[in-house]
């Protein structure tokens, strides 16, 4: 989190059509969150171990002896309402930005080929007055 910002990306197709599979979302910490706001929570186990955190709308605040839980659902689970409900420690915050597929460029980066490919590019950039340097003085 940086400035109470932190970014996320969409792991499946269960916000459609909001926010699609590999979206780029960017999450807001420390603001009030109301009914119909669309949250990243914490998996708690009732998803599967794939996805750490999910992002969904919450549709249900019921205040209980002091405590706020939220109900949660995504918007393309036909009427599912997520298992269980989500209190504020679960939560990373609101979903206040997002970025179309930029998902995919995150997750390329991050993957072996990606870095291989980041590392040629940085390397290839470092070098490139030297490389330049020793092919304009071959032809003189």
Do not use: W
């Not at 669309?38 to 998996?43: A, E, G, L, P, V």
């Not at 490919?117 to 030297?130: C, E, H, M, N």
Request: charged content about 25%; proline content about 2%; some cysteine.
């Amino acid at each position: 989190s940086v400035f109470g910002y932190s970014l996320f990306i969409i792991q499946s197709e269960s916000m459609e059509p909001e926010l699609h599979k590999n979206d780029l979302v960017i999450v807001r910490s420390g603001i009030e969150i109301k009914e119909g706001d669309i949250i990243t929570f914490y998996n708690d186990g009732s998803f599967p171990d794939k996805y750490k955190v999910v992002t969904h709308r919450v549709y249900k605040i019921v205040l209980q002896e002091g405590t706020y839980f939220y109900y949660t659902m995504g918007d393309n689970n036909e009427g599912s309402a997520d298992a269980g409900e989500r209190t504020i420690d679960e939560i990373c915050g609101i979903c206040v930005s997002k970025v179309r597929n930029l998902g995919l460029l995150f997750n390329y980066l991050q993957s072996p080929i990606g870095l291989i490919t980041v590392g040629i590019v940085f390397l290839l950039y470092t070098l490139k007055d030297l490389i330049f340097t020793k092919l304009f003085m071959r032809e003189k």
